[in-house]
């Protein structure tokens, strides 16, 4: 926001030069020239430093999954809050079109697995876990289980569950 | 290992990318030059003048950023003329063409290679030799880099990379990346799930914030 405060103040002053040379100073060129390469150099910090918010925030639904902790969403305007949506759910109709009737979910499985179950162990507490044929498993802080894979991946990633090879 | 996060990369040769961060704050980079006509009202914002009302004399000399001086340099000169800085003119070219490996790029400005780019798009008539210079010293370079990124594993790699510019940290960074990713699929945790990079970080990150 201050930035655009300065960049407002500087074009303000730009345009009051302008109509300045434009009535009989031709001198005083250099100064619009520079003022709008300084202009130019702070859009373009600014983009850049939004563009990078992005990405960043694009690389967290791959990691996080579609929701975002709240502390990350305290961070984030509302712009950004709305590009998230929208980003997920073009990932979500793209993911149903390309997998026959469900769809298939490019979130899992990012490394090839070899095996259905896996052993985890739990870092952190969760609460409670329910996993398909309705069991709720409690995660507690060093409680190990074998659950299938497609359940814990999420959890895994977000450093919740520890993945223990055998 | 895979990560999710790309950002920008800088550009290569004669272009800058816009939204590269790293592009941004290598024109961020001074160069020495001189005014060619008196620039009215200017000497407040490049630091030599009393008040905001004086003007630069002709000819005076200034350091000015690179992105200050693509914009205010113009095919017919008037504005600004710029000057090379020290380390790419003849005395260094010859320092390097003699053994480029012992310079210390990144004392010289972090930024040798992308910096030396960018310089080629003021006419100059040292530009030739610039260029040539400037790939030659890469070629030199890069073996060593090569080398020592592949056979660092998990060592302490503060004294290999000291002397290395911007683009060769990168470099290096990137074989150090596929050194780790073949160690570990070598030792069988390629199929292991682990938690991202983001996400460590990210819980690191988070207790300084609120602490702070």
Same mark, same amino acid.
């Given at each position: 926001?201050?930035?655009?405060?300065?960049?407002?103040?500087l074009?303000?002053?730009?345009?009051a030069?302008v109509?300045?040379a434009?009535s009989?100073?031709?001198?005083?060129i250099?100064l619009?020239?520079?003022?709008?390469?300084?202009?130019?150099?702070?859009?373009?910090?600014?983009?850049?430093?939004?563009?990078?918010?992005?990405?960043?925030?694009r690389? /967290?639904?791959?990691?996080?999954?579609?929701? +975002? !902790?709240?502390?990350?969403?305290?961070?984030?305007s509302?712009?950004? #809050?709305e590009?998230?949506?929208?980003?997920?759910?073009?990932?979500?109709?793209?993911?149903?079109s390309?997998?026959?009737?469900?769809?298939?979910?490019?979130?899992?499985?990012i490394k090839?697995?070899k095996?259905?179950?896996?052993?985890?162990r739990?870092?952190?507490?969760?609460?409670?876990?329910?996993?398909?044929?309705?069991t709720?498993?409690? /995660?507690?802080k060093?409680?190990?289980?074998? +659950? !299938?894979?497609?359940?814990?991946?999420?959890?895994?990633r977000?450093? #919740?569950?520890?993945h223990?090879?055998? | 290992?895979?990560?999710?996060?790309?950002?920008?990369?800088?550009g290569?040769?004669?272009?800058?990318?816009?939204?590269?961060?790293?592009?941004?704050?290598?024109?961020q980079?001074?160069l020495?030059?001189?005014?060619?006509?008196?620039?009215?009202?200017?000497?407040?914002?490049l630091?030599?003048?009393?008040?905001?009302?004086?003007?630069?004399?002709?000819?005076?000399?200034?350091?000015i950023?690179?992105?200050?001086?693509?914009?205010?340099?113009d095919?017919?000169?008037?504005?600004?003329?710029v000057?090379?800085?020290k380390?790419?003119?003849?005395?260094?070219?010859?320092v390097?063409?003699?053994?480029?490996?012992?310079?210390?790029?990144?004392?010289?400005?972090?930024?040798?290679?992308?910096?030396?780019?960018?310089?080629?798009?003021?006419d100059n008539?040292?530009?030739p030799?610039?260029?040539q210079?400037?790939?030659?010293?890469f070629?030199?370079?890069?073996?060593?880099?090569?080398?020592?990124?592949q056979n660092?594993y998990?060592?302490?790699?503060?004294?290999?990379?000291?002397?290395?510019?911007?683009?060769?940290?990168?470099?290096?960074?990137?074989?150090?990346?596929?050194?780790?990713?073949?160690?570990?699929?070598?030792?069988?945790q390629?199929?292991?799930?682990t938690?991202s990079?983001?996400?460590?970080?990210?819980?690191?990150?988070?207790?300084?914030?609120?602490e702070?």
């Amino acid at each position: 926001r201050q930035t655009l405060e300065e960049m407002r103040a500087l074009y303000e002053r730009n345009q009051a030069d302008v109509s300045e040379a434009k009535s009989g100073r031709p001198d005083l060129i250099f100064l619009i020239r520079f003022r709008h390469c300084c202009l130019l150099r702070n859009q373009r910090c600014v983009l850049a430093y939004l563009y990078d918010r992005l990405l960043r925030m694009r690389a /967290l639904r791959w990691e996080y999954g579609s929701v +975002l !902790p709240s502390s990350i969403q305290f961070h984030m305007s509302a712009e950004e #809050v709305e590009w998230f949506n929208r980003y997920k759910k073009s990932l979500a109709t793209y993911m149903r079109s390309v997998g026959g009737e469900e769809g298939l979910d490019l979130t899992q499985d990012i490394k090839p697995p070899k095996s259905l179950y896996i052993e985890v162990r739990c870092l952190r507490d969760y609460g409670e876990f329910e996993i398909d044929d309705g069991t709720t498993v409690l /995660l507690k802080k060093n409680s190990q289980h074998f +659950l !299938p894979r497609w359940k814990c991946e999420q959890l895994i990633r977000q450093g #919740v569950l520890e993945h223990i090879l055998s | 290992m895979s990560d999710a996060y790309f950002p920008v990369d800088p550009g290569l040769g004669l272009e800058e990318n816009f939204l590269s961060l790293d592009d941004i704050l290598m024109s961020q980079e001074k160069l020495p030059g001189r005014a060619e006509s008196t620039l009215p009202r200017l000497a407040f914002a490049l630091g030599q003048g009393a008040g905001t009302g004086d003007s630069l004399p002709e000819g005076s000399k200034l350091e000015i950023p690179l992105w200050l001086a693509k914009g205010l340099h113009d095919s017919k000169r008037r504005i600004i003329s710029v000057e090379l800085p020290k380390v790419y003119k003849e005395a260094w070219r010859t320092v390097f063409s003699a053994d480029a490996n012992v310079v210390d790029l990144h004392k010289m400005g972090p930024y040798y290679y992308g910096f030396g780019s960018q310089l080629l798009n003021f006419d100059n008539p040292e530009n030739p030799e610039i260029a040539q210079t400037i790939l030659q010293t890469f070629i030199t370079r890069f073996r060593r880099i090569m080398d020592s990124s592949q056979n660092a594993y998990n060592e302490d790699t503060s004294a290999l990379v000291a002397r290395l510019d911007e683009l060769e940290r990168a470099l290096f960074q990137a074989g150090q990346k596929g050194l780790n990713d073949f160690q570990c699929w070598e030792k069988g945790q390629a199929s292991q799930i682990t938690a991202s990079s983001l996400v460590q970080n990210y819980g690191k990150r988070k207790f300084t914030d609120m602490e702070g």
